[in-house]
């Protein structure tokens, strides 16, 4: 169970007080959300506590409107990692999208969230390298594996996250936690996989694979239109959704 408080900064489309209301009513009804505060003018909603960011555009997008995380935790705390598949049979790569807010010098959180996978317990883990050249399979081992072994430890090593469960739907999620910091993960990869040990097949439908990479803390992001493409933050929401980001 997460106990440490982190902030998260979304943006939403608000066009009165009565839509403060309406979505911080639906906030407040989730576990864990401890103070929404909202600002009419830049259109963004800062909310504080320990809900999952997945589950907290869950609650907005139950009022009828959409949400977009705009940053997670303080400056340096935060890291994402888009999760594909590198198998040649499907066409839509992009199934999954790790959030990671680190709440405390020594515990990070991990919001998962998945989709078009087959049902059933898949294995979360970090690897030893952010090589993707092959997708999973030069990734190089579990983060830690080597390190925990040696040492005879009797717990597994630090980049086992957990596990995740996927519904007949093809859809999962969970929160978890664990004790490592930001700038550890920074660069490494992030795999989805059935099998928690040997070999990972690259052409793998139901096998993640993607890079962490750092990601904008709280107040850190002020875009709303991209200077390469000129396209709105919610366009871009849009094809995000359509690549199969969640």
């Not at 909310?47 to 869950?58: L, R």
């Not at 090589?131 to 579990?142: D, E, F, L, Q, R």
């Amino acid at each position: 169970m997460i106990t440490s408080s982190f902030q998260t900064t979304f943006a939403v489309p608000l066009s009165c007080e009565d839509c403060i209301r309406e979505i911080s009513t639906s906030l407040y009804n989730l576990d864990g959300v401890h103070k929404v505060d909202a600002n009419l003018v830049d259109q963004l909603l800062s909310i504080e506590g320990t809900a999952a960011p997945s589950a907290i555009v869950a609650a907005i997008q139950a009022t009828g409107r959409d949400a977009i995380l705009r940053g997670s935790g303080a400056a340096d705390s935060a890291a994402v990692c888009i999760l594909e598949t590198y198998s040649t049979k499907v066409s839509d790569k992009v199934r999954g999208l790790a959030r990671m807010v680190q709440v405390s010098p020594t515990l990070t959180v991990v919001d998962l969230t998945i989709r078009g996978l087959s049902a059933g317990t898949y294995w979360a883990t970090i690897r030893e390298t952010g090589n993707v050249s092959h997708g999973p399979a030069s990734t190089g081992g579990i983060w830690e594996a080597l390190k925990s072994k040696l040492n005879g430890s009797s717990t597994r090593p630090r980049g086992v996250l957990g596990t995740i469960q996927v519904g007949h739907d093809g859809i999962g999620s969970v929160f978890l936690d664990r004790p490592i910091q930001i700038w550890e993960m920074v660069g490494r990869s992030l795999v989805v996989s059935r099998r928690l040990e040997g070999q990972l097949n690259r052409d793998d439908p139901d096998t993640l694979v993607g890079v962490i990479a750092r990601s904008a803390g709280v107040w850190e992001n002020e875009k709303t239109i991209c200077s390469c493409s000129g396209k709105t933050l919610w366009d871009e929401r849009k094809e995000n959704i359509n690549k199969g980001m969640l």
